[in-house]
């Protein structure tokens, strides 16, 4: 009885052996298959075969600071406009936008019913939808830093035209050409922070760009309440609402002309940094595995994407967790509001949230990267949001303070979608596919907030205790999503592992260079 299950294990052991020898094999055709239209970086390093290029510590560390003080001031300053821009619908909402005005010294808006405000409010997000894959693939095949500058004029130039709206129709045309030329902005700053910054630093820049939404919270609202107070104190030629449009919108055109004149296309072209030093910085990141660009389109990377369980379950998380941002960016003026503030006051007590945001998202990114845990360290924030959430919905209506204080931790919920944003850098390689995921994700990020704004009825308010479960229930969701992403990723590194180790696999030179998948590359591992 022993020998023959000793005998079972061995043969066993051997058809395992076996598959994963056989499997290895696979892959290495695959690569040899694939590998004819290599990255960019690959030309670089043409006129340097045969050599071998030393970074050093000190030389990689100079680098970083000099790379860090040219893109991440001017990544940050956009990414905050891009929040500012969408949500200073919100703080128009109370200044005068809509009527009938809470206030007769603010003068009238355009007459907007409580669903008309909730489309437009989704409008922006049908125009993002819309555009969102085929703005995926001009950032791949033109110059990445001249075209998302372009956009970034654009959409400012559009939301200032904002102020000249007089009627509903007008106010839906401009938010849908705002979410048009948004489109790029997410995914180009994806891409950016893929082609700039290794895998482990990834996580922690890619925290700090999108935690400006939270600056732009705090400053949008400090801005509002002032032209609001001194519109209504000093009087004023244009509308209050009119005038942090036109503010806003000329702001970010300003800072996109800055933007083009700073930010390069990838380290090839980059202005401020030496012949030598442009090489270094291609060198630096070639532990990703991925490149700096490839401008040409790949059938086989596209079906890839869409038959991989990862790129789903990017989609699906960014649909569901968008649900709540949707609503609440679009009614935390008027939630705070229903805690029972003023107007007036709603535009400064929602600055606190900015803070919360900033705070939980360079926390949780700086831990992420320091303890190699994105997605496990991610979900604290949606843990830290249903918490507050609870408390709006379980708190009396009298309790002002406590269902405030509710509001200001449901801002943390982005430090998990900002895992999985930086996820798609770090674990998504070859650019038609990371492109392609990226689109799949923030089309996912912008159903989910066409629905939010739906779920805000007016006849629920003030409470709006229906929209404030279903926010609960969605990020419950989002957890167990969370959980699958990791253990996939844990399961496929232990696959890798494998095959590297199998008899036959052979790594082909400069390997990182030649614009392979995640799956089809046995070198490539799994952030988690």
Sequence with gaps: MRSDMASDTV?????????????????????????????AALKAFEEFEGQTLELSEETNKRLLRKIDWHLMPIMCLVYGLNYLDKTTLSYASVMGLRLPSSDDKLKSGIDLTGSEYSWLGSMFYFGYIIWEYPTSQLLQRLPLGKYSAFNIIIWGLVLACFAAVENYAGAMAIRFFLGVFEAAVTPGFALFTSQWYTRKEQGLRTSIWFSFNGFAQIFGGLLAYGIAVGSRKHGT????WKIIFLVTGLLTSAVGFLFLWIVPDNQLNCRWLSKEDRILAIERIRVNGQGVGNKHFKLYQLKEA???PLSWSFFFFALIVSIPNGGITNFFSQMIVGFGYSPEESLLYGTPGGAVEIVALIVCGWAGDRYGHRILIGMSGLLLSILGMILIVALPLSNNSGRLAGYYLTQAAPTAFVALLSLISSNVAGYTKKTTVAAMYLIGYCVGNVIGPQTFKSKDAPRYVPAEITVIVCWGVCLALLAFVYLFCVRENRRKEKIRAAVGYVKLENQEWLDLTDRENAEFVYTL
């Design 306 to 308: 869409l038959l991989d």
């Design 237 to 240: 030629i244009l509308e209050p």
């Design 11 to 39: 043969e066993g052991y051997a058809n395992e052996k076996q598959k994963t020898e056989d499997l290895a094999k696979h892959v290495d055709e695959n690569v040899l298959k694939h590998s004819h239209d290599a990255d």
